[in-house]
């Protein structure tokens, strides 16, 4: 009797954990949905696109994945940088965490910083 309850028990705790990739891949639909909102939103308010760049793009700069008690409520956490304008030196960070029981991630924390994107740095020393 022990062992079907321990069964049970291994299968119930199988069956509520999600995949990595799943989870990345959530981020990625997420993050992407959060870019367009932000060229929209910047549009919106200049009422042009000349200061957009022609491809904005976003970095994911931090993705962790949490175990054991940490993980109960949140399984994962992830900082993204978003690059949009074309003559400013300023970008977007957001970061975002992975709720385990809703499935679903969740953004807490955006601000404006000033400086340009590391890799595109690295690019034009070259």
């Known amino acids: 009797m022990k062992r079907v ?3 049970l028990v ?3 705790l199988v069956g509520c954990s999600e995949r990595t990739d799943r989870i990345e891949n959530k981020l990625n ?3 992407q949905e959060d870019l367009k909102f ?3 939103q910047t549009i919106h308010a200049s009422g042009d696109r000349s200061g957009i760049l022609d491809t904005p793009y976003y970095r994911i700069k931090d993705f962790r994945l949490f175990q ?3 993980a109960a409520i949140y399984s994962a956490y992830a900082e ?3 690059f949009i304008y074309q003559d400013i030196q300023m970008h977007e960070k957001r970061k975002y965490r992975y709720d385990a029981h809703a499935r679903q991630w969740d953004r807490y924390f955006k601000a404006l910083k000033f400086g340009q994107d590391s890799l595109d740095r690295k690019e034009k020393q070259k």
Do not use: E, K, P, R
């Open 5 to 7: 309850i321990y069964l």
């Open 10 to 12: 291994a299968l119930l």
């Open 29 to 31: 639909t997420y993050v």
């Open 38 to 40: 932000i060229v929209a």
């Open 68 to 70: 054991g008690d940490t």
């Open 80 to 82: 993204v940088d978003f």
